[in-house]
């Protein structure tokens, strides 16, 4: 598996790089060991950076297909609305998206991660303590 550019070399405004982030964003759903191996090549941070990047690069087809499903759930339900209308609550949803997405996945961790500690805890003190 050969990527058409490297992870680490993936700029903003690029086609070329539009082409590798979407292709690196399809290895993310179909090896993601790979991807991770990857990431693990290049320091943390822009590590990071580069994966706001890669999902930048997919920001245009989700809005694009937020707007078209609510288009078409509007004229089904013979909703009235307006453009405007339409585009404030299609960025509103996809911005609530991500903050619940970012929020959830850090909340996540830390619940998960002390919830660990307590099993971990209890069921290695009890036995050997």
Do not use: N
């Not at 992870?7 to 964003?25: E, G």
């Not at 060991?33 to 990431?39: I, M, R, W």
């Amino acid at each position: 598996m050969t990527p058409p550019l490297a992870l680490d070399r993936i700029k903003v405004f690029d086609w070329k790089s539009h082409v590798a982030a979407l292709w690196w964003l399809g290895v993310l759903y179909r090896r993601p060991k790979f991807l991770e191996q990857s990431l693990a090549a290049i320091p943390r941070g822009r590590a990071v950076l580069q994966g706001i990047v890669l999902y930048l690069h997919c920001l245009p087809y989700v809005a694009i297909v937020s707007i078209l499903l609510r288009v078409a759930l509007l004229s089904l339900t013979h909703t009235q609305w307006t453009w405007r209308r339409l585009f404030v609550d299609v960025a509103l949803g996809i911005a609530g998206g991500i903050a619940v997405g970012i929020a959830g996945g850090i909340g996540g961790r830390i619940v998960g991660g002390i919830a660990g500690g307590i099993a971990f805890g209890l069921a290695y003190g009890i036995p050997v303590g």
